[in-house]
């Protein structure tokens, strides 16, 4: 079961997408989907931020963003916690202070802790392998009755994963329909009624981008995660293909007209010229082709997830007949005979191998954790043992124990 499903249920992502994205937002209680009290602690816990508030961001220099102070919907001055501010993008944080002014009410946002955090990374690639998009995640840490940011809305669809405390949150329907980032300071106003929706642990909260909301913690501290997806609008794909086309038709480099006062008069060689242009504009091929260079941008590596892999490739060697492995998710894997041999492709990757390993890479290849040794008959233990570290290498399969073999 792929991580959305999981997170969705009881829901599945086709009624999620036909009835709730882009649309409504949608409240998934621990009491519907019980899976999530224990898929969320071991995501990310409240450990896990403390280590890398009070280890990683003590010590070195950092991104003067990495993390954020909000009080009362306000944002704190970056002075007020930063050692050293002016126009550096490296920075050391203060975390002693950081510390101070969460006990006196202040929220602490940790951004990208995808980039810090292995499970909330490796969760992160798989929703963008999934949605052609990139997907960040943030850490918010609100103390018990306390604010942080106003009331807003985000450019990007979220999910918000409530990991410790309760928050209370106000959502109502957008003033702008959809918006983009360059949409976020669009002055209208919420319209629609307030909705009231506790959010505890162990729950989570869809908000579509455009969306109304503001969060209160209950009496007791908060702690949630937010994933951020990033939209991709028709907009942004037709601005692709007019820019292939600027370059390759001449028709779209022409000037208008002269005077452009006098071409806007001239309405039918306007209408004339502006339906020629659309007709080569309605290109399938070429939306096609940007579609696959967006995907490309995100999944860099054909599916094939590179977090862990040189530790992967390092002690592919100490495999046993009695090691455990699995297979790397997110990875959509074809699996094929023709004559003697076995087609084995996935992400970019492409292997022809003997006809004798179809039964074991099947068994391989179906998710479930297993050793060399509980492979099916018709190869022996040293092809079996061959062909689990030719597919480590690939970086198709994985130990299924976090600890490296001795």
């Not at 949630?224 to 779209?252: A, K, N």
């Amino acid at each position: 079961m792929s991580i959305l499903k999981k997170l969705l249920y009881p829901h599945d992502p086709e009624t999620f997408f036909s009835r709730f994205w882009e649309q409504d937002y949608l409240h998934i209680r621990r009491a519907d989907n019980p899976a999530l009290r224990e898929l969320l602690p071991a995501l990310v816990s409240v450990e896990d931020l403390d280590e890398l508030l009070t280890v990683t961001y003590a010590t070195g220099s950092h991104r003067s963003d990495a993390l954020c102070l909000t009080r009362d919907g306000r944002v704190l001055t970056p002075g007020d916690y930063l050692r050293s501010t002016a126009g550096q993008p490296l920075v050391q944080i203060d975390v002693e202070r950081v510390l101070t002014l969460y006990r006196h009410g202040a929220s602490i946002t940790l951004n990208r802790v995808h980039e810090a955090l292995p499970a909330v990374g490796g969760l992160c690639d798989e929703l963008s392998a999934f949605f052609g998009v990139r997907v960040h995640a943030n850490a918010y840490l609100t103390p018990a009755d306390a604010q942080g940011f106003p009331t807003h809305f985000d450019t990007h669809d979220v999910i918000l994963l409530q990991l410790a405390g309760a928050k209370s949150w106000r959502v109502q329907p957008p003033p702008v329909q959809l918006p983009t980032p360059a949409m976020h300071d669009h002055g209208a106003a919420p319209a629609g009624p307030v909705t009231e929706v506790p959010l505890r642990s162990a729950e989570l909260l869809y908000i579509p981008r455009g969306f109304v909301h503001q969060g209160i913690a209950t009496d007791a501290a908060s702690v949630h995660l937010t994933l951020g997806i990033t939209p991709y609008p028709w907009s942004w794909l037709l601005h692709r293909v007019l820019d292939e086309l600027e370059r390759d038709d001449v028709d779209f480099r022409r000037t208008v007209a002269p005077q452009l006062g006098r071409a806007a008069l001239d309405e039918e060689r306007l209408a004339e010229t502006l339906t020629m242009l659309a007709a080569r504009l309605v290109d399938a091929g070429r939306a096609r082709r940007a579609l696959h260079r967006q995907v490309a941008t995100v999944d860099r590596t054909g599916g094939v997830p590179l977090r862990g892999l040189l530790a992967q490739l390092t002690h592919a060697e100490q495999v046993t007949l009695t090691t455990p492995v699995r297979l790397k998710q997110p990875v959509e894997i074809d699996l094929s005979r023709s004559g003697d041999r076995v087609m084995l492709s996935f992400g970019r990757t492409a292997l022809t191998l003997p006809s004798f390993t179809e039964a074991p890479l099947r068994v391989l290849c179906n998710g479930a954790a297993v050793c060399a040794a509980q492979l099916p008959a018709g190869i022996d233990d040293s092809g079996k043992l061959v062909l689990i570290k030719r597919l480590i290498r690939e970086g198709l399969l994985e130990f299924a124990d976090p600890l490296v073999p001795a």
